[in-house]
């Protein structure tokens, strides 16, 4: 376990950043506030450019705002994108593409393409695109609904929770398509359980094809907030799931699901009073992780730390800031880029792939 020195923010939001989203080749990031600010940098550029996705708010009454919650990316070249944002319930798509300015430097612009709404009960709390760039499924804590990008009118409601678990005593918690394979997906629970689902069985997902839950041998106070999973994704490159809940990353082997191959302790239990963490809330914490570098690593947050775990060994790299505050938010592209955000704070890191040799 290393530790390096804290790197310079590379840009500072309005107000607290709340979600990020960096393309695979790392030519463009985006990242959204509670502000309902979107924003968005090219690779190698000073320049930002952002875009208030609440047209209508009243500047006296910032209640009255939307925060951006998820972003996704529908598709994307070198200096264009088209991105899926939510906001509350509903979903908006945008459309990114280069201009010229005044000074004839090229800047990028925003225009709000169409609105999604009507069907989510909940805040929606994740968003995944298929790889056919077709589809893509949003969730809620009770929901899933699937969408065709072509059709407006089409939304299948393929996870009705209200319906498959009964009496309710877990939420939804992320939803996410497969890399790779487009009849597959998964959705988390608070009660630290990983659903699969196989599209091409039936669209209307009333039983899971398959069922991923650890079974610990340790009990702890306010168990439930403990093992709710925040944040799980496919490994690219590799027939696994990797998942964090609040203690721990877990890599699951889909061929091999009796239990995960790996549990990396992330933050110690040990020093802490649960007791202050349910009293402050910091036990709710939604900390992200992410698949990199050809699913070789796996990258996720603290309080004040970004961890790296090595999938084959478990071993896992810590790099630690001058702050406590949660690292909740990340992004990584396929060179190893890492994008987190520390409150309103944007940063920016290097993965090297000699990194545990």
Same mark, same amino acid.
């Given at each position: 376990?290393? #530790?390096?020195?804290?790197?310079?923010?590379?840009?500072?939001?309005?107000?607290?950043?709340?979600?990020?989203?960096?393309?695979?080749?790392?030519?463009?990031?985006?990242?959204?506030?509670?502000?309902?600010?979107?924003?968005?940098?090219?690779?190698?550029?000073?320049?930002?450019?952002?875009?208030?996705?609440?047209?209508?708010?009243?500047?006296?009454?910032?209640?009255?705002?939307?925060?951006?919650?998820?972003?996704?990316?529908?598709? /994307?070249?070198?200096?264009? @994108?088209?991105?899926?944002?939510?906001?509350?319930?509903?979903?908006?798509?945008?459309?990114?593409?280069?201009?010229?300015?005044?000074?004839?430097?090229?800047?990028?612009?925003?225009?709000?393409?169409?609105? $999604?709404?009507?069907?989510?009960?909940? *805040?929606?709390? /994740?968003?995944?695109?298929?790889?056919?760039?077709?589809?893509?499924?949003?969730?809620?804590? %009770?929901?899933?609904? %699937?969408?065709? %990008?072509?059709?407006?009118?089409?939304?299948?409601?393929?996870?009705?929770?209200?319906?498959?678990?009964?009496?309710? +005593?877990?939420?939804?918690?992320?939803?996410?398509?497969?890399?790779?394979?487009?009849?597959?997906?998964?959705?988390?629970? *608070?009660?630290?359980?990983?659903?699969?689902?196989?599209?091409?069985?039936?669209?209307?997902?009333?039983?899971? *094809?398959?069922?991923?839950?650890?079974?610990?041998?340790?009990?702890?106070?306010?168990?439930? $907030?403990?093992?709710?999973?925040? /944040?799980?994704?496919?490994?690219?490159?590799?027939?696994?799931?990797? @998942?964090?809940?609040?203690?721990?990353?877990?890599?699951?082997?889909?061929?091999?699901?009796?239990?995960?191959?790996?549990?990396?302790?992330?933050?110690?239990?040990?020093?802490?009073?649960?007791?202050?963490?349910?009293? *402050?809330? @910091?036990?709710?914490? #939604?900390?992200?992780?992410?698949?990199?570098?050809?699913?070789?690593?796996?990258?996720?947050?603290?309080?004040?730390?970004?961890?790296?775990?090595?999938?084959? +060994?478990? #071993?896992?790299?810590?790099?630690?800031?001058?702050?406590?505050?949660?690292?909740?938010?990340?992004? +990584?592209?396929?060179?190893?880029?890492?994008?987190? @955000?520390?409150?309103?704070?944007?940063?920016?890191?290097? %993965?090297?792939?000699?990194?545990?040799?």
């Amino acid at each position: 376990m290393q #530790e390096e020195d804290k790197p310079l923010a590379f840009y500072t939001a309005e107000t607290k950043i709340n979600t990020i989203k960096c393309t695979p080749s790392g030519e463009l990031v985006f990242f959204g506030d509670t502000n309902g600010n979107l924003y968005t940098k090219r690779k190698n550029s000073s320049n930002y450019s952002f875009f208030q996705c609440n047209p209508d708010h009243d500047i006296d009454i910032p209640l009255n705002m939307q925060s951006i919650n998820k972003l996704e990316i529908e598709r /994307s070249s070198e200096s264009r @994108a088209t991105l899926l944002l939510s906001m509350d319930k509903s979903i908006e798509i945008w459309k990114l593409f280069p201009q010229p300015d005044a000074s004839n430097q090229s800047k990028i612009v925003g225009k709000q393409d169409k609105t $999604l709404a009507g069907v989510h009960e909940c *805040t929606i709390n /994740s968003l995944s695109m298929c790889q056919n760039q077709k589809n893509f499924i949003s969730s809620d804590d %009770l929901n899933v609904f %699937l969408w065709d %990008l072509n059709r407006d009118d089409s939304v299948f409601h393929i996870i009705d929770h209200k319906e498959t678990v009964k009496p309710i +005593t877990e939420v939804i918690t992320c939803a996410k398509y497969h890399p790779h394979n487009t009849h597959e997906i998964m959705w988390t629970s *608070t009660n630290g359980s990983i659903r699969l689902g196989d599209l091409r069985s039936k669209v209307i997902m009333d039983k899971p *094809t398959q069922v991923l839950k650890y079974e610990s041998s340790k009990s702890w106070y306010y168990e439930e $907030l403990v093992v709710s999973i925040s /944040s799980a994704e496919f490994c690219k490159a590799h027939e696994s799931i990797v @998942a964090r809940d609040y203690f721990t990353v877990k890599y699951w082997d889909l061929r091999n699901t009796s239990n995960p191959y790996l549990i990396a302790d992330i933050i110690e239990d040990q020093n802490l009073s649960m007791s202050d963490l349910y009293q *402050t809330q @910091a036990i709710c914490a #939604e900390f992200e992780v992410k698949d990199c570098l050809n699913s070789e690593y796996s990258i996720t947050g603290g309080y004040g730390e970004v961890f790296i775990i090595h999938r084959t +060994t478990g #071993e896992i790299y810590k790099q630690s800031f001058d702050t406590n505050q949660e690292i909740l938010h990340l992004d +990584t592209t396929e060179q190893g880029d890492i994008t987190f @955000a520390i409150s309103e704070c944007l940063y920016n890191v290097q %993965l090297s792939p000699n990194l545990f040799n």
